[in-house]
């Protein structure tokens, strides 16, 4: 069983920065591929970005490519999303979810992933 809870969301101004957090419970955490996702209001959840079990690879939506980065350190079983240049438009709940079932982005649709957060609020004002 594996446990995630989110943290350090908050309320932003557009173009400010912001870095959320997710620790994770599990012997394995290593070897999960782990992501973020992010539901506004009245919408879907969708696919923020990913990154595989020794983060060699990362995956963005094209959304955030070139401002938001994914990393991890699987010592302290943690993933991290910083922000940057944030907009109005990236205002949603930020969820982290696992796959433990491969230890590369093997998919970046919601129902691949097994264990999921809490989710931590973004709100970035205009």
């Known amino acids: 069983q594996v446990q995630l809870v989110e943290s350090g969301g908050g309320l932003v101004q557009a173009g400010g920065s912001l870095r959320v957090s997710c620790a994770a419970s599990?012997?394995?955490?290593?070897?999960?591929?782990m992501a973020w996702f992010r539901q506004a209001p009245g919408k879907e959840r969708e696919f923020v970005a990913a990154?595989?079990?020794?983060?060699?690879?990362?995956y963005y939506a094209d959304s955030v490519k070139g401002r938001f980065t994914i990393s991890r350190d699987n010592a302290k079983k943690t993933v991290y999303l910083q922000m940057n240049s944030l907009k109005p438009e990236d205002t949603a709940v930020y969820y982290c979810?696992?796959?433990?079932?491969?230890?590369?982005?093997?998919?970046?649709?919601?129902?691949?992933?097994?264990?999921w957060g809490q989710g931590t609020q973004v709100t970035v004002s205009s």
């Open positions: 599990g012997r394995t955490f290593s070897s999960y591929t």
């Open positions: 979810a696992a796959d433990p079932r491969s230890i590369v982005v093997r998919t970046t649709t919601a129902a691949g992933y097994d264990y």
């Open positions: 990154i595989s079990w020794i983060g060699g690879s990362t």
